[in-house]
């Protein structure tokens, strides 16, 4: 699976964004996704995933409330809302694609396929 993650950009503090990945295969929508986001110097940092096995969607403790994922099937895309956007939120961002069993949902290694990135500028 190919994925494309688009829609990053400069944003000033308290904003919005909308990031999204997009596959062109169709097999895309059998697979859970997951967005991650790496600093520099820092960790790649879970922030959200929606699981294919349950349609549940899952947060990273610091994006609850202000990040929703949602999955737009006719476009093959999945998307992430980005309101109330904090300088700390600055980062690439990437998206993923796998089958990882739920207790490895937010782990990068549960992953198998991954985007090239979208870089977020958050301005305060």
């Known amino acids: 699976v190919q994925l494309q993650a688009s829609g990053g950009g400069l944003v000033q503090a308290g904003g919005s964004l909308r990031l999204s990945c997009a596959a062109s295969?169709?097999?895309?929508?059998?697979?859970?996704v997951g967005w991650f986001r790496q600093a520099p110097g820092k960790e790649r940092e879970f922030v959200a995933a929606?699981?294919?096995?349950?349609?549940?969607?899952y947060y990273g403790d610091s994006v609850k409330g202000r990040f929703t994922i949602s999955r737009d099937k006719a476009k093959n895309t999945v998307n992430l809302q980005m309101n109330s956007l904090k300088p700390e939120d600055a980062a690439v961002y990437l998206c993923?694609?796998?089958?990882?069993?739920?207790?490895?949902?937010?782990?990068?290694?549960?992953?198998?396929?991954w985007g090239q990135g979208t870089l977020v500028t958050v301005s305060s």
């Open positions: 993923a694609a796998g089958r990882p069993i739920i207790s490895m949902i937010s782990r990068p290694s549960g992953y198998g396929y």
């Open positions: 295969e169709r097999t895309f929508n059998s697979y859970s």
């Open positions: 929606l699981a294919v096995q349950n349609m549940h969607t």
